[in-house]
């Protein structure tokens, strides 16, 4: 019997190579291939183009250089030696680029940027603090002379003019546009490096930083440092949406957060200081704190949120609205208050003279009151106070004493009585409680008396949390307590 070898399927009888099922294959590579072409392609689409915007939108932003006569405290300094070899050679016989010692002339350095074509240009507050002497540098080395027409350190915006024509401009955008995520660039002079661009995204929105209650900060994580103070931080589209102003760093230099002016806030600022010189704004009259856990539940609220107000100012637009300590505004001229950080801003926002609606929470209802916003000068200013942690006699595990009218009028307050001593075991001690508190209201009621505070004790319900207005060092504030 013959023998026969049957062949593969891809050879022919022939025994020559049969191509149909390699262009099957072919094809699904080509296939392939084209499908990473137009997915890279469709991902460099994706990707912002900020070569075009760079060389575009650079061309407007400056470099500030400034003489004065005293530090410039708000800019780090820098110790030659501790520098790393590489950026060594850049400070060699150059003057000291943050400021010498206090007393003495020192020069130092800062971004910009045009808004007009007539020479109005934006940078920091800090940037052009002291200073007498203010020059402004373009990428096309032409260089100014500056006036500072005026400076708002609340919000850290100052207002520059050159004489000149026909330069180049940036535009303000709309920051309440942004949202986390977005890209964006930042260009600017860091440690005196010209005209650096770098790029990230929005990391967070809204941001309160400590003593700058009139500015609600956008988040980056753009590599901002020093000497990019005042220059513009770029949407793709290629517009300004904020004024690059602050990094948190342990070092100096760039740790992954830096802070922006939303453009918003600058516009109203820069329109002010074009105007009058000067900024104004609004001032209600409030001291407030945050809403904590605790305090949420004292006041029979689902989550916590909103500014809880501990004290209200005599003669202030808020007295006048009729607002009362104990208050939680929930809402602010349409707005949503979250929490107390998010009213300044927007308070500070509303031209002087208006009048507009506030919501807020009495006594578990919700009352909308209208309030005629008046000047903040610069002894008045919302004012912050830390809430404080609490979790859970007597009962209430304090010692307390009546106060006479002179040392109420002393003390600050209408009402209340004095702690003397403190059970350190105690529910009030672990609601912070200390001795020479002054129990101002307990559960919403103003104490007016030993006996009285002991009553509302001796009703509270137990398991439940129940908001205790203190006066400590003439400043009052909310804490909450659970009795057993």
């Not at 013959?2 to 699904?28: E, H, W």
């Not at 373009?138 to 026909?166: H, M, N």
């Not at 180049?168 to 930042?186: F, R």
């Amino acid at each position: 019997m013959q023998s026969t070898i049957q062949k593969p399927d891809r050879y022919s009888a022939r025994g020559v190579f049969d191509s149909r099922p390699m262009n099957l294959l072919a094809g699904l590579a080509m296939l392939l291939a084209m499908s990473l072409v137009f997915a890279g392609n469709a991902l460099a689409l994706a990707l912002p183009d900020f070569e075009s915007l760079v060389k575009q939108q650079g061309k407007a932003v400056v470099k500030i250089s400034v003489t004065a006569q005293q530090q410039m405290t708000n800019a780090p300094q820098f110790n030659e030696e501790e520098m790393p070899e590489f950026f060594r050679k850049y400070f060699e016989n150059n003057p000291q680029p943050f400021g010498g010692p206090e007393g003495r002339q020192s020069s130092g350095f800062g971004s910009g940027f045009i808004m007009s074509e007539d020479g109005y240009i934006v940078t920091n507050a800090h940037v052009v603090k002291d200073a007498s002497e203010i020059t402004v540098a373009l990428p096309d080395r032409r260089q100014y002379k500056a006036e500072l027409i005026g400076a708002d350190p609340r919000t850290d915006v100052a207002l520059l003019k050159v004489d000149a024509s026909g330069l180049p401009t940036l535009e303000l955008g709309d920051s309440d546009d942004l949202n986390v995520g977005q890209w964006v660039l930042a260009i600017g002079t860091p440690f005196g490096f010209d005209y650096t661009a770098t790029q990230g995204i929005v990391s967070a929105l809204s941001r309160s930083l400590p003593n700058e209650n009139y500015v609600p900060f956008i988040q980056t994580d753009v590599a901002v440092n020093p000497g990019n103070s005042g220059g513009p931080l770029f949407n793709t589209e290629g517009k300004v949406v904020g004024v690059n102003s602050q990094i948190f760093s342990r070092s100096g230099g760039y740790m992954g957060l830096s802070f922006a002016i939303p453009a918003n806030v600058v516009k109203t600022v820069v329109a002010q200081l074009k105007e009058t010189g000067y900024v104004s704004r609004g001032w209600l009259g409030v001291l407030i704190q945050n809403v904590d856990l605790s305090l949420a539940e004292s006041f029979g609220m689902d989550r916590p949120e909103g500014a809880l107000i501990s004290k209200v100012t005599d003669n202030s637009p808020a007295a006048d609205a009729g607002l009362k300590t104990g208050d939680i505004i929930l809402e602010f001229d349409g707005q949503k208050i979250g929490q107390s950080s998010n009213l300044p801003p927007v308070v500070g926002a509303i031209p002087v003279g208006d009048t507009v609606d506030i919501k807020v929470l009495r006594n578990g209802a919700m009352k909308t009151l209208p309030v005629t916003i008046a000047e903040l000068a610069e002894d008045r200013q919302i004012t912050h106070t830390s809430s404080v942690e609490t979790d859970n006699e007597s009962r209430l595990g304090v010692a307390v004493a009546s106060l006479s009218s002179e040392e109420m009028e002393q003390l600050g307050v209408d009402a209340g009585v004095i702690v003397k001593s403190v059970d350190p075991q105690g529910v009030a001690a672990l609601a912070g409680i200390v001795e020479g508190d002054v129990l101002v209201s307990f559960n919403q009621q103003e104490i007016d008396s030993v006996d009285q505070l002991a009553k509302l004790v001796k009703d509270a319900p137990a398991g439940e949390s129940v908001a205790v207005l203190i006066q400590r060092n003439n400043n009052p504030l909310f804490t909450a307590l659970t009795l057993q």
